[in-house]
């Protein structure tokens, strides 16, 4: 998955789209204009879900809305700024919110919302938070989470840590997960056809493996097949629940 480093406009052009601070183009006086922002950002979503940020381009979305890719230049600088609309737009997605009465379910609620929202857009996870866009959707969904974990009354600098904890660890699953999804289109072979392929190799040239790795060894002998699923999606989608059952009960511990 290629990194994309967003926020690369004009910083003040772009921050009055995302909070809309200024009126938008379609809102100026002078002729009526076609098309809305908003329109052209729900196009390029749809694009990017199905072909991600690679596959997304200026001439994609304008051909889907009727028009060329310099129409849309009236509207949005280009695919940079795009992009940086379309990561924040689509987080508005996200609602999950505190539960004064549990602090556990409702951080549950928090992650598990945002594991399914980055499988259903993937190329979100491509943007980079090296430079972080600043939209007040995405804003809103890490004010939810310290709203989630408020009732810890956790010192500033550990609840710093613990929010990034909890956010990459979402992230990373998911990408798992994405990458598992996308795998066998990308590459041509199934799980079980690229593994097919490699064991009797493996055990050919690493005729020792098991008494060189014998832990590794032990756990893979305790795996047991999934009907219907991909051995991948199904290791990252157990990881994903393990693992956060485990960090939470790791937060508790740090009250």
Known sequence: MDVVYAAQGDPRRTLSLLWRGDDPPESRPGPRPTLTVDEIIATAVSVADAAGTAG?????????????????????????????????????????DADPADWRGALTAWAEELWEFYLRHPWVLSISPARPILGPHETAMTERLLRVLQPLDLPSPTLRGVTSAVIFFVQGNARAMADARAAAQDTGQSDDEWWAARAPHLMELAGDFGTRFPLLTRLEADHTPSEGEPYLERDARAAFTVGLGVLIDGIAAAR
């Open 56 to 96: 997304m381009s200026m001439r994609t979305v304008g051909k889907r809305l009727g028009r060329t890719a310099m129409a849309l230049y009236t509207y949005v600088a280009d695919k940079h700024e795009l992009l940086d609309l379309m990561y924040d737009h689509v987080h508005a997605e996200l609602t999950a």
